[in-house]
């Protein structure tokens, strides 16, 4: 039998932390960590599994050998396995066997809290511990001022397995995206990076849903320092990093946390509340303090260990209701007698909690789909403490709008602007994301209606309507040039679009406002209040216009943007303003250089003719499909 000498990184105080569910750095005790005992290099390993009756390290060091390395289990009832084992190294491959007091059923486990795993389809897990000298002292130093709420972000979503491949179809390395993707992402002028999921995740077509290993970025493209020199690399050039972050549900796979020791230990032993019909994967326990222990730790250790500056939480409406995706009889009311998973949502609210409490210059955002109250109001409010949520009503109402042929808007105006009635009831994101763009739905470009010059129109009209309604924003990747094909996790993007003037041109608009969202205080100073929004006109449907004001803090900083929704030029159409001097326009999506007719005038006078409610007004032409913004 191989040496296992007894050792122990937790305090009597971690253990009674651990058990209240209150141990919010569990990554720096369970797991396994290279460390010097009585003169001795090598690894200290430790699992929590309370209903083994025997755990084993095995190992490439044991030849995957039950026995040969077995933990000794704490006397402390905490269900913690510990023990050092001499001679071993960072690079070491292992796994835990687990014997059950349940039924005797023998399980092989990776390591929950695992810093690095095998590239998949291999399973192991990796003893992990290397150094790394961040020299991003000076984003982490100011990075409140860029994600505050009343500061421009403008989020692009990629998927880092097929934003861009080698010629061979290849992944590119996170060190070779740190010089490709940053490049381009600092060109287009986004504020934030959001990469899908990037933790461990055994199979390709999740997307990185389907999570094994929630401690260890995806050896697919490299290291962990390969994923921190990335996220370095992005801070070094003023681009914020958001994580995908999956606390809703995990997969089945068998070396992953589902009946880790034989019993139901971080999922819900009630299928109502523990297995996910949609997703066929199972549900956190989140009554259970171990695992809202293992979840919030999770969360802290991204920030923490990544410099990450935000987490983007997936699924948020599965977790806040017990009839998600249900049927009469699928599940149980709460004690109260309604649908709310309280044991969820008290989660969630510590999550939030933590998570500012430890980091105040970072973000959560929600993806939450229902209508469900105080989302991103403050915990101490009665909030779920979020503090951005995407708009998902926004996003289907709009898509919906701009897939219908022209002719046709004039009855469906109230779909345009009914946005309007809701969108400071929240901290709202405007999302186009990957959700959007695959299972038939169609890319962006595709969505919209017409002959080419027109769906070309359109997708720059809608660009320019969604940067200046209120609200940060996220575009997925390839919606940034007119991507032609829905998104295909296994190919690059189509690059080669750009070769063409329409692709090049809608690059060139999302580029030119990114810059305008950055340098325009209207557009981000009261982005989640009523103050930064003003509408002029809003019934004008038989033109299909739009137009409206958007307020920073001076009034020198307001503008007034105009939405033609039609391939008809109006011509001598008047809007009032409520200016006395000359406007300028800043943008209009029908520029030529944009692939636009090239309507439209630099300069606006103002004349005294009263309209629209304002003493003076303008006449000007708006331009077919487009969108201007005059300052």
């Known amino acids: 039998m191989g040496q296992v000498t007894p050792h122990s990184l937790f305090s009597d105080f971690d253990i009674e932390l651990f058990k209240a569910g209150k141990h919010f750095r569990l990554y720096e005790k369970l797991g396994s960590h290279p460390v010097t005992v009585d003169g001795v290099d090598g690894v200290y390993f430790a699992v929590w599994a309370p209903s083994a009756k025997a755990v084993s390290v095995v190992g490439d060091f044991n030849y995957w050998m039950e026995g040969e390395h077995p933990l000794n289990v704490r006397w402390d009832a905490s269900g913690i396995w510990e023990g050092f084992i001499p001679g071993l190294k960072t690079g070491t491959l292992y796994k835990y066997k687990i014997q059950s007091h349940i039924g005797d059923v023998k399980t092989e486990k990776a390591d929950p809290f695992a810093r690095y795993c095998e590239h998949p389809p291999k399973t192991a897990s990796v003893v992990w511990e290397a150094d790394y000298a961040w020299k991003d002292k000076a984003w982490m130093e100011n990075r409140e001022a860029h994600n505050t709420l009343d500061a421009p972000y403008s989020?692009?979503?990629?998927?880092?397995?097929?934003?861009?491949?080698?010629?061979?179809?290849?992944?590119?390395?996170?060190?070779?995206?740190?010089?490709?993707?940053?490049a381009y992402v600092k060109d287009m002028q986004f504020t934030h990076v959001e990469f899908m999921p990037v933790m461990e995740y055994p199979y390709d077509p999740s997307w990185g849903y389907q999570l094994t290993g929630y401690f260890a970025p995806t050896s697919r493209f490299g290291t962990p320092e390969d994923f921190k020199f990335l996220v370095d690399a992005l801070h070094r050039s003023g681009i914020?990093?958001?994580?995908?972050?999956?606390?809703?549900?995990?997969?089945?796979?068998?070396?992953?946390?589902?009946?880790?020791?034989?019993?139901?230990?971080?999922?819900?032993?009630?299928?109502?509340?523990?297995?996910?019909?949609?997703?066929?994967?199972?549900?956190?326990?989140y009554g259970r303090n171990e695992v809202r222990a293992f979840l919030i730790s999770n969360a802290l250790f991204w920030l923490d260990q990544y410099h990450v500056d935000g987490l983007r939480v997936d699924a948020v409406a599965s977790m806040l209701y017990l009839d998600y995706?249900?049927?009469?009889?699928?599940?149980?009311?709460?004690m109260y007698g309604n649908n709310e998973h309280l044991e969820a949502i008290s989660f969630i609210r510590e999550l939030n909690t933590e998570v500012y409490g430890n980091f105040p210059g970072v973000q959560t955002i929600a993806e939450e789909s229902t209508a469900f109250s105080q989302v991103t109001k403050p915990v101490s409010m009665g909030g779920l403490g979020f503090g951005m949520k995407w708009m998902m009503g926004w996003m289907h109402d709009t898509l919906e709008y701009f897939k219908k042929e022209p002719i046709y808007r004039r009855h469906h105006q109230n779909d345009i602007t009914f946005s309007l009635t809701y969108a400071f009831t929240e901290n709202f994101m405007l999302p186009f994301s990957h959700d959007e763009v695959v299972y038939g739905k169609q890319s962006l470009l595709y969505r919209m209606p017409g002959d080419e010059w027109q769906r070309f129109a359109n997708l720059r009209t809608l660009f320019g309507y969604m940067f200046t309604h209120p609200g940060s924003k996220l575009l997925f990747m390839g919606g940034e040039f007119g991507q032609s094909s829905e998104w295909n996790f296994q190919q690059?993007?189509?690059?080669?679009?750009?070769?063409?003037?329409?692709?090049?041109?809608?690059?060139?608009?999302?580029?030119?406002?990114?810059?305008?969202?950055?340098?325009?205080?209207?557009?981000?100073?009261?982005?989640?209040?009523?103050?930064?929004f003003q509408w002029i006109d809003y019934g004008d449907a038989e033109n299909s216009v739009l137009a409206y004001i958007r307020k920073g803090h001076a009034t020198k900083d307001d503008l007034v943007v105009l939405c033609n929704l039609t391939p008809v030029p109006r011509e001598n159409y008047r809007i009032g303003v409520p200016k006395t001097r000359q406007m300028k326009?800043?943008?209009?999506?029908?520029?030529?250089?944009?692939?636009?007719?090239?309507?439209?005038?630099?300069?606006?006078?103002?004349?005294?003719?009263?309209?629209?409610?304002?003493?003076?007004?303008?006449v000007l032409t708006l331009p077919p499909l487009s969108a201007m913004i005059l300052r």
Request: charged share 25%; net charge negative.
């Open 240 to 285: 914020g990093v958001i994580l995908d972050w999956v606390p809703s549900h995990f997969p089945e796979d068998a070396h992953g946390l589902g009946f880790f020791d034989g019993s139901h230990l971080y999922e819900h032993p009630d299928r109502r509340k523990g297995y996910h019909p949609d997703w066929k994967s199972l549900i956190f326990n």
């Open 155 to 182: 989020v692009y979503e990629v998927h880092l397995g097929s934003w861009k491949r080698k010629a061979d179809n290849q992944f590119l390395t996170y060190r070779e995206m740190a010089e490709d993707l940053v």
């Open 492 to 532: 690059s993007l189509d690059w080669h679009l750009l070769q063409y003037d329409f692709h090049k041109g809608v690059q060139a608009v999302v580029r030119d406002l990114n810059a305008l969202y950055r340098s325009q205080p209207a557009l981000y100073e009261k982005q989640y209040s009523p103050e930064g």
């Open 325 to 334: 995706s249900r049927e009469e009889g699928e599940w149980e009311p709460n």
């Open 585 to 618: 326009v800043l943008f209009n999506s029908d520029a030529a250089e944009y692939g636009g007719s090239g309507m439209g005038v630099d300069k606006v006078a103002i004349d005294k003719t009263p309209s629209h409610g304002y003493d003076r007004s303008v």
